[in-house]
């Protein structure tokens, strides 16, 4: 099992990948650009580095300071809903 640490560090360096990824999509990599940058105001810690762009670093102390789990929770509540509400839809 991996320990808090190596999970926040891995959870980083994917969010990173996926932002930098040439084949995300705009809408989405500025949608977690916005909601990171939001979060890094409040908390204070600056994700971007002249030489490196956005920081695994920085980003792994950011999310320490967040409760872990709630967007996996949350997405599969949202999986349920788009899959109920089409199934609605399209009987």
């Known amino acids: 099992m991996l320990d808090d640490s190596t999970g926040y560090e891995d959870a980083a360096r994917l969010t990173v990948n996926l932002v930098d990824h040439g084949h995300t999509p705009n809408e989405l990599s500025e949608a977690v650009l916005e909601t990171l940058i939001v979060m890094a105001h ?3 810690i600056n994700l971007w580095h002249r030489e490196t762009g956005l920081s695994v670093n ?6 320490r300071l967040y409760k872990p789990g709630e967007g996996y929770c949350h997405s ?6 788009e899959l109920g509400r089409k199934q609605w839809e399209n009987p």
Do not use: I
Not at 58 to 63: K, P, R, V
Not at 76 to 81: F, M, W
């Open 42 to 44: 409040e908390s204070r």
């Open 58 to 63: 920085s980003l792994t102390a950011l999310y």
């Open 76 to 81: 599969r509540s949202y999986a349920d809903y």
